[in-house]
């Protein structure tokens, strides 16, 4: 019996400013585009956008 694919999954959040990123999760059936969030980058010491790679 094989397992149904889920909805959740693993997305690697890169920021715009340098080569930093965050690993999070979303979840497809809510979120279908692509994420764009506001975080915190540790190299450039202040908040950037940060965009959802593929």
């Keep these: 019996m094989a397992k149904k694919k889920g909805n959740r999954v693993l ?3 890169k920021s715009t400013a340098s080569g930093h990123f965050y690993l999070t999760e979303k979840n497809r059936k809510n979120d279908p585009s692509r994420l764009e969030l506001r975080r ?5 010491r202040r908040h950037v956008i940060y965009k959802e790679e593929k």
């Design 11 to 13: 997305i690697r959040l």
């Design 40 to 44: 915190y980058d540790p190299f450039v």
